[in-house]
Structures are given as C-alpha cells and as structure tokens.
C-alpha cells in the first residue's frame, strides 16, 4: 500500500532527512509519483480511454440510419463514408435501420457499446420533432446520445403549380390572403418538416392554406405535378426536373439564407425573421462515448466535408457539406428543438 503524505500519522512517519537508505528515498518518491499520478487519473480520463484513443479505429466503424437507403441521411452518409474508410484506413459502413419513427435506429445506437465504433446520422427531426408528435418515444436528447459532427444542410423547396397561377411568393401570400382556406399543401406526412415548415409560413403571416398530407415525397410531389395540389415543400432534386419542364415553379426555400444551388429563389429567412428550417444532418454517439473518440471523429469528417468531390457529391443530392464540430452540431439542434416547439404549440398540433 503507497501512502500519501496526507495518509500518515505524524507519529508513524520520519522526516526524509532521517532516512539513511538511498533505495527507501528512492521508493518514497517513486510511490508518491505514482499516487499523484493516478490521482490526476481518477480525476480526469480513465487509463482504457488513453488506450483507446490512441489506437483507434481498429475496426470497422458503423452508422446507423433512421432511414431507408435513398433517404437523405442515407446520401450524406455514404457519400462521407466512402471517404472516411480511406482516411481511418478501416471500413466505415453503412446500416439503415428505417421504422418506428426512427427509435428503432436511435435505440440500436445508445445500446451499442460506448466505444466509438457506432454512431447515428439522421437529420434534426429526430429530435426536435419525434418527442413532440410521438408518444411513444423513450429515447432523450442530451440523457443518452449527444453530438458528434455536423455533416450537412438540405433546404426544402415550396413549389407551386402553374394553375395557381403566381409566378413569386408574394404573389402566392396575395392570392392566398384574397382566397383563404381554398388553396391546398401537399407535405411528407403529419408531423414532417415539409408540413411544419409550411405552418410556420402560415401563423407568420395569417394565411389560411388546407393541408393534405401523404406517406411521403414518393406521393405528395407526383400530387403537386399531377394538380392535387396547389404547392408543396420538397427535397431539389425531387423538384428540379419538373421545375426545368415548366411544371412547377420555385418560389422558395425554408432556409435562412438563399442556397448557391438555387441563388434566384427567395429564403424563408429573408421574408419571415429568424425562420430556418431547412433540414440539419449529422452524426451522433451514444452519451458515455470518451470525448477523445467523438472529437477524432469530427475532425475527420470535418476534413471530408473540405473535399471538392464529396462537395460536388452532395451538392447533386441538393446538400450542402457542413463539417461542424460536435459543438456546432449540439447548438444547431438545440436551437431547431426551440423553434419546432414553437410551431407545434402555435399550430395546435396533437401527439399521436
């Protein structure tokens, strides 16, 4: 047992200057070394961290994906996979774990051993809208997983079909406050960022626009094209062909400020003050992971985020790289929870 100097009783211990022994001075001092060093220890990383930053990865690392193959998580994430393999010098693969709302995805992750070897990518709805809807959620932001990188930006785009006959959003808010209650929005379904996007216009300026919502963007843009309804909120390149066809027309994007992308159609945030929207994805880890882990990760991706190829990559999926810190990415949701709280409670939205 080493003994610290604040162990010993002061009529069990003699000064060091009464110590005659070369080797015991020796002794002493090396077990007090030893005790400050573990102290600082206790106090700070665990010895297996430092072992397991040091030479991690050491295998294949996983995400997983809220939803199916094609999703836009699902195109962020293999696009920056690919090259997170070259980099780690191990394989980083993709898993999609659709279903459930997405619980079933956040679940496997904060399950998973805290080792840095399994993260989530989804986008913010996860956890800024799911709570609110859903009942049935058990999972907490911030209690069991937390932020790693923030990877991407999609805006949604409102489009309009031309038997509205408005060629501007302004002209849509004009026509919509002289016919209220018989224009029509198509959304992704109850409770999508597409639907809540468009309440948020709509107690921002008064407008009295019926909401149809259909079992995703495979239903509600064929409904836009086809004239079922009068706009709808949509993915770019889900929108873009008809937009070059003259079917649709683009009046604008639920971001906050314009997308280079798309540089001629209006931002929400220009119009309505502090409305931002436009869909946020990253990674996250299970809460327990050692920061060290989380932090080579971020940096990583930061770094792919940087590539022109994988810019290029996204920007063809209508994305724009990102490649926030952990930081960046905790703030950014904090900040979408604040204000899909808002437009839930100011729409009167119910959970199911």
């Known amino acids: 047992m080493n003994e610290r100097p604040s162990d010993m009783h002061p009529h069990d211990s003699a000064p060091l200057d009464d110590l005659q022994d070369g080797a015991k001075r020796r002794s002493l001092l090396l077990s007090l070394g030893m005790g400050l060093g573990l102290g600082l220890l206790g106090e700070g990383v665990a010895p297996s961290a430092f072992a397991q930053s040091s030479n991690y990865p050491n295998k294949t690392i996983k995400i997983i994906i809220t939803h199916a193959a094609g999703g836009l998580p699902d195109t962020v994430a293999r696009i920056y996979a690919q090259r997170l393999t070259e980099r780690l010098g191990q394989a980083v693969v993709v898993e999609n774990k659709p279903g459930a709302n997405g619980v079933l995805a956040v679940q496997s992750v904060i399950t998973a051993p805290a080792d840095g070897y399994t993260f989530l990518c989804t986008d913010g709805s996860s956890f800024s809208i799911n709570p609110l809807i859903y009942k049935s959620i058990s999972y907490e932001y911030k209690r069991d997983i937390v932020a790693t990188s923030f990877a991407a930006r999609a805006p949604l785009y409102l489009a309009v079909h031309p038997k509205a ?188």
């Open 165 to 352: 006959g408005v060629s501007s959003f302004k002209e849509l808010v004009a026509l919509a406050k002289a016919k209220p209650g018989t224009l029509t929005y198509g959304s992704s379904g109850m409770g999508s960022t597409h639907h809540l996007s468009m309440e948020a216009i709509k107690t921002a300026l008064n407008l009295d626009i019926t909401h149809v919502p259909f079992k995703g963007s495979g239903q509600s843009v064929p409904a836009l094209v086809g004239g079922q309804v009068d706009m709808a909120f949509a993915a770019l390149p889900s929108l873009s062909g008809f937009v070059k066809s003259g079917q649709v027309k683009l009046v604008a994007s639920n971001a906050a400020k314009r997308s280079e992308q798309e540089p001629n159609t209006p931002a929400m945030g220009e119009i309505i003050s502090g409305y931002d929207l436009a869909p946020i994805i990253g990674l996250l880890a299970a809460k327990s992971t050692p920061q060290a882990l989380i932090d080579r990760m971020a940096q990583e991706m930061a770094a792919v985020a940087k590539m022109p190829d994988v810019i290029h990559s996204l920007s063809l999926a209508g994305i724009e790289a990102v490649g926030g810190s952990a930081h960046d990415f905790a703030q950014a949701l904090d900040q979408e929870i604040l204000r899909m709280t808002k437009i839930v409670r100011d729409a009167h939205i119910q959970q199911e």
